[in-house]
């Protein structure tokens, strides 16, 4: 099992549409950062997708990506979900709506916010059947585990899935650690985590919250995603631990 992050930056990318770098060398590749997704897949070729960013075309062409065989979305900020017309090219050739998936709450907001992808209309046919968690707990060869999170004053869905008696965690946006997140992580081969910044926030976890989340949960190892433009990849490198590697945009890990 391995996963590919598509984005690994925070809600604005880096550089900003202004150009704006911050303390990150724009000279350095892995510094352009998109917004965060990624794709998870097994040995057989299964595909598992998470979030929707408004960069996910060209996130799906840059990794050579025609389909997958279902999304789960963290929650409905603009950053996660704002690119969820790009389905529509997945929909082509299918016998029916691609399956996706989320929390009661993240779902009623999609189908308010994108109405035409869920149900359809004009003659088009609906792209995604999203359908609430609850009981799910087997898709496409994949464990699907979760847990709600804290995302300062709204709430994202950490997920962990499993393949092969292989496992890969993703936290992000979340603003503390709890019981149910330590539970879910727990011993996880892999974990993409949240990691804004060095400094506190109040909607994101920081470079010292991710560790501690890494150490709680007793991972085989980390890999940080949701920089801004203060994390330049070489000088955070330089900082991490070990089993700790600083995520960007198009890298790939077997769990």
């Not at 990150?24 to 897949?41: A, G, K, L, Y």
């Not at 929650?75 to 929390?103: M, T």
């Not at 209309?121 to 609906?126: A, K, L, N, V």
């Not at 985590?193 to 890494?214: S, V, Y």
Request: aromatic share 8%; charged share 25%.
């Amino acid at each position: 099992m391995k996963v590919t992050l598509l984005g690994s930056g925070t809600s604005t990318g880096v550089p900003r549409i202004n150009g704006d770098w911050g303390a990150c060398d724009p000279s350095e590749p892995r510094n352009r950062r998109t917004r965060v997704s990624i794709v998870v897949e097994n040995d057989a070729g299964a595909r598992l997708l998470v979030d929707t960013p408004p960069d996910l075309r060209d996130q799906f062409l840059r990794n050579k990506i025609t389909n997958v065989d279902g999304v789960f979305w963290t929650h409905d900020h603009a950053d996660h979900c704002h690119g969820i017309d790009d389905l529509r090219a997945l929909r082509y050739g299918r016998s029916g709506p691609i399956p996706g998936y989320g929390v009661e709450e993240t779902v009623r907001r999609l189908k308010a916010r994108f109405s035409y992808v869920f149900a359809g209309e004009h003659g088009y046919p609906t792209i995604v059947k999203l359908e609430v968690l609850d009981r799910l707990r087997l898709f496409a060869g994949f464990t699907v585990n979760w847990c709600v999170m804290p995302h300062g004053p709204a709430k994202s869905t950490g997920y962990r899935f499993g393949c092969d008696d292989k496992s890969i965690g993703y936290a992000t946006d979340f603003s503390e650690i709890t019981s149910e997140m330590v539970t879910l992580f727990k011993g996880v081969d892999l974990l993409v985590c949240d990691c804004l910044r060095r400094e506190e926030h109040p909607t994101h976890a920081n470079l010292a919250m991710a560790l501690e989340l890494g150490k709680r949960c007793k991972v085989g190892k980390i890999v940080l995603t949701h920089l801004d433009k203060s994390m330049d990849y070489k000088t955070l490198s330089g900082e991490v631990p070990a089993g700790v590697q600083v995520g960007y945009d198009g890298m790939v890990v077997a769990a």
